[in-house]
Structures are given as structure tokens and as C-alpha cells.
């Protein structure tokens, strides 16, 4: 019974999800016209706008950061990319502020660095690798 219920709260969630038209705001292009920020939007029942994701583009037109927006802040997991479109970083913001694990890459995909973020700080032990997942050094920031 339970996992009925869940089953029809996922399939009710995913219907009203895909209603929604985000309406795509460019804020800012680059020298040649490309669009360089843009602010995605959900519209209220009330016809006011909410703004609900970010993302940021190179030049050539390639997705450089993305992420959710609650209450005008960054929150979630924001992911910024190569060119290439490979992943180059993730991390977690909470009410705009950097929050949790943070992880960069290199474009062949294995972490160039990872540590942690306390109130937008880092902290704790941060792992620094080469470009064959090889831990290089450990590098302790410790909050004071």
C-alpha cells in the first residue's frame, strides 16, 4: 500500500513538473551576441515569476555553469563544465552559500581536488590529485 502511494505521489509530481514552461531570460550576452547568463523562470498561479535555475555560457555558445535557484539564492548542486561539455566541478550551495562536499575534475574525469565547506569556507582536510587519481598532498583548513 505504501509503495502504491508513493508511486502515485512520484507520477503526480512528474505530470505537474512537466505543465510548467520555464520561461529563459538572457540577463547578460557576450561581445558577439551569444547569450553569457540566463535566468530560468516558473510563472505563479498568482501570473508573478519565480526564478528557479541559473546557467552561465562560454562564448562559443557551450554550458559553462548550472544550477537551481530557491528564493532568488543558489541552492543545490551547481556543476560548472569544460568546453568540452566533461564536468569540472560540483558543489552544494544552501541559501547562496557554499555548503558540503565540493569536488573539481580534470577533463579526463578524475578529481583533481575535493574538500569541504562549512558557511562558505573551507574546512577540513582538502585532497589534492594528479591527473592519474594519484593523491599528491593533503592540505588541513582547519576553521579559526
Not at 505543465?19 to 530560468?40: A, F, P, Q, W
Not at 535557484?69 to 548542486?77: E, H, L, T, Y
Not at 577533463?107 to 591527473?131: A, H, I, P, R, S
Request: glycine share 10%; charged share 30%; with cysteine.
Amino acid at each position: 500500500m505504501k509503495r502504491i502511494l508513493y508511486l502515485i505521489l512520484i507520477s503526480a509530481a512528474l505530470c505537474s513538473c512537466t505543465n510548467k514552461t520555464l520561461i529563459e531570460d538572457v540577463m547578460s550576452t557576450h561581445e558577439n551576441g551569444s547569450k553569457k547568463e540566463v535566468r530560468y523562470f516558473k510563472e505563479n498561479k498568482d501570473g508573478s515569476l519565480t526564478c528557479v535555475r541559473e546557467t552561465l555560457y562560454y562564448m562559443e555558445g557551450m554550458k559553462y555553469l548550472d544550477g537551481p535557484i530557491f528564493d532568488n539564492k543558489r541552492n543545490g548542486v551547481f556543476e560548472t563544465y569544460y568546453k568540452s561539455g566533461k564536468i569540472m566541478s560540483k558543489g552544494t550551495f544552501v541559501n547562496g552559500i557554499r555548503e558540503g562536499e565540493a569536488y573539481t575534475y580534470y577533463e579526463n574525469g578524475k578529481v583533481k581536488y575535493q574538500g569541504l565547506y562549512k558557511n562558505g569556507k573551507e574546512c577540513g582536510v582538502w585532497k589534492f590529485y594528479d591527473e592519474n587519481g594519484k593523491l599528491e598532498k593533503e592540505v588541513n583548513r582547519d576553521l579559526r
